[in-house]
């Protein structure tokens, strides 16, 4: 089957009759690619961890995989590297994304957060992504990492031409790859003439005092941190709003005990996590996945969203549920390339929540007129979940 097939508009839907009808499927992939695809929630989680499936592209058949290619100064990063090099460049950066230095960020994340609803006054209607699910993990990213602030907005343009390309417009992901690359250069070199207290600056001191680091591998691992870092999260953050307007009572228990926040951030991401595939992976032998042979070479997709909707692991998974158990959902993935930044990305999501519903007694999805469930707009992209536009009217008086 082609993969794209009523997956953008409808991706639970399809999925769910792709898992009952069979493990593992003969597709076209996201970028045209012959692949297969998994569903069900134990072979995804078994693949994810299974050292036979190669994030690296030299494992690819020759001629079979076409995936979009980044230049090698931005794609020598962690999710197309297998160990030994995974082991060694994750262990450099692992440190910084501790849930203890996590815990160091939530006052100052609470403080961005705090300002961008300041700005949004006491009262009226706005998109909140654009004012609020976009602005604040790009800021976290920004300040960790040590982008000056000018840049910011532009990385999101770019980071947005690569997520979901504009097909009337193919030459936009090829600006953004040359844009990112002369921003990168321009800012490691700045960082080396001037250090400063952030993460871009001890990746720079790592690179420069041994031999642990490629130059390459360390302007793709300040790319990935910066583009991980912020797609997702606004994303995860976006999706966790859109699911409390469409669940009013879940919204209101959240509200009378916010102490289940952070278990309701489990129930967002497993129910309408932003990664619906992980990383496209390749058997370095031919390998058998829910029985299925898979040989040598070819293309693999996971589907996180399918396993953490699979009624097998998580009974009635459509529901959203803010109560259920979500131990072992796979929105952060699973085995070695499990989430570096999930620290991160879970306590910005529940400030996130927490800041917005504390400021905002009454928040509804803005008028039907314009702005009824027809007009969300989702992102076109078969690999991330997440609204262009979240139209919402707020106040500050119940
Ligand atoms: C809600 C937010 C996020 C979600 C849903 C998410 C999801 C994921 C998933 C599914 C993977 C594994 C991909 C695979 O195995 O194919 C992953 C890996 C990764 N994530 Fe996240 N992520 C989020 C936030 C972040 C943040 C905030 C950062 C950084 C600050 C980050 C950095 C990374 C990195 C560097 C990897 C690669 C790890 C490796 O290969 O060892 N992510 N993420």
New binding site residues.
Partial sequence: MDLADGLLEQPYDVYRRLRDSAPVHRISGPDGTPAWLVTRYDDVRAA?ADPRLSLDKRHATVGGYRGFALPPALDAN??NMDPPD?TRV?RLVGNA?TPRRITRLRTPVRHTADRLLDVLGPDGTTDLIAAYAAPL?ITV?SDLLGVPGPHRRDFRVWTDALVAPDPQRPEAARHAVAALLAFFTALIADKRATPGDDLLSDLIAVRDEGDRLSENELMSLAF??LF??YE??VQ?IGNAVLALLHHPDQLAALRADPGRLPAAVEEF?RYE???LL??RRFPTEDITLGGVTVPAGETVWLS?SAANRDPVRFPGPDRLDLGRDTSGHL???H????????P??RA??EIALAALLERFPRLALAPADTHDDAGLRWRPSLRARGLLTLPVSYSSTI
């Fill in positions: 994810l962690l999710l995974h994750r994304f993990p990213i990935l941190i991980a870092g997702n999260t995860l991401a996590g932003p990664a992980a990383i996180l929105a952060l993935g085995g070695i390339h499990y989430c570096l930044g999930a991160l990305a910005e999501t």
